[in-house]
């Protein structure tokens, strides 16, 4: 009996976006095509990049991938290999601004790319007492952590810091999508959780490049 209840904890329907009407495979035909958009930010990338950055652009494609299933088959399993490659994504590149921002070693970096843990555990109840933010206030400690890293940048590598900062511009607009998309739902059948992946395939790549030109400028100047 427990087995059968866990089987149905990991595959009941869930609805928690506008386009949604039902429980079938084709419900969100647009959150779901529109993934392709960390598909093509990955492939794009993969010939722009290097090192890190590739693994980043694996797990930009990895985020595209179990977005779809998530939107698709929109139940609890799906919902974790939707988070899973954000949560890889967020830590690795918060490991490789750690070693190549700061020039700091393996195991500093390791440490401080950690801290990310007990950081949002204390920043997103923060955000959930934002009115109206909902669960998008799950990804507000990330805009957050990328300003924190431009701001002490800006001295050190300014054209990276500047890089950082358009990224947060590009993340709060796309976080901006993905809290109208119920409040709008009645206006606008379609939602707008399209723009969320639209926006983030966008923004994704956008931090990969920033990476690379970085190490690229650092490799040029003999650092």
Avoid at 136 to 148: D, E, F, H, K, Q
Wanted: glycine letters at 10%; aromatic letters at 12%; one cysteine or more.
């Amino acid at each position: 009996m427990a087995g059968n209840h866990d089987h149905g904890r990991w595959t009941r329907a869930m609805d928690g976006y506008c386009e949604r009407i039902d429980p079938s495979f084709w419900a969100e035909p647009v959150n779901a095509v529109t993934n392709a958009a960390f598909i093509i930010a990955a492939a794009f990338m993969w010939r722009r990049t290097f090192g890190l950055g590739r693994v980043l652009c694996v797990l930009l494609a990895a985020i595209g991938v179990g977005s779809f299933l998530f939107h698709t088959f929109a139940q609890p399993w799906a919902a974790l290999a939707d988070v899973l490659p954000i949560l890889l994504y967020t830590l690795v590149f918060i490991y490789a601004a750690n070693r190549d921002f700061w020039g700091l070693g393996v195991w500093p970096s390791l440490g401080l790319t950690a801290m990310f843990f007990p950081y949002a555990a204390l920043t997103v109840p923060l955000f959930q007492m934002v009115p109206g933010l909902g669960g998008t206030a799950s990804y507000g400690p990330i805009p957050l952590l990328i300003a924190i890293y431009a701001v002490l940048l800006r001295n050190r590598a300014p054209e990276t810091a500047k890089g950082l900062a358009i990224g947060v511009g590009i993340l709060l607009l796309s976080m901006t999508a993905r809290t109208l998309d119920e409040p709008l739902c009645t206006v606008l059948p379609l939602g707008t959780h399209f723009l969320w992946h639209l926006l983030n395939g966008v923004m994704l790549g956008w931090m990969i490049e920033v990476w690379t030109r970085h190490v690229l400028a650092a490799r040029a100047a003999g650092r």
